[in-house]
């Protein structure tokens, strides 16, 4: 399956939760040591109100993945770097999101 992109370095293969693509656009915007950022699988959970929560967990291949809690909803988001896990949490807080 190809990977749609948007603004080049925001791929969308799945949809997004509710406030997340404004922060990973943002992220993107003021981080060019970021090389992308994928979107997984949206799931339901009950805890995730309020603001926009991103928790950044464990390192992939070429980066980085974190889990986005928003709307009721939890997704994986895979991010592209080179950057350490304390500037890749440094540049979501940056914009906009509340890092755990």
Known sequence: MRLRTAHDRLKIEHSIIDGVRGI???????TPAIRSV???????????????????????????KAIALSAGARQ??????????????AALAKAGAVVS
């Open 24 to 30: 990973l656009e943002e992220l993107l915007k003021a």
């Open 76 to 89: 994986e988001l895979f991010i592209s770097t080179d950057l350490t896990k304390e500037e890749v949490e």
């Open 38 to 64: 994928i979107p997984g699988v949206i799931r339901p959970v009950r805890n995730a109100r309020g603001k926009v929560k991103v928790r950044v967990t464990v390192p992939t291949q070429n980066g980085w």
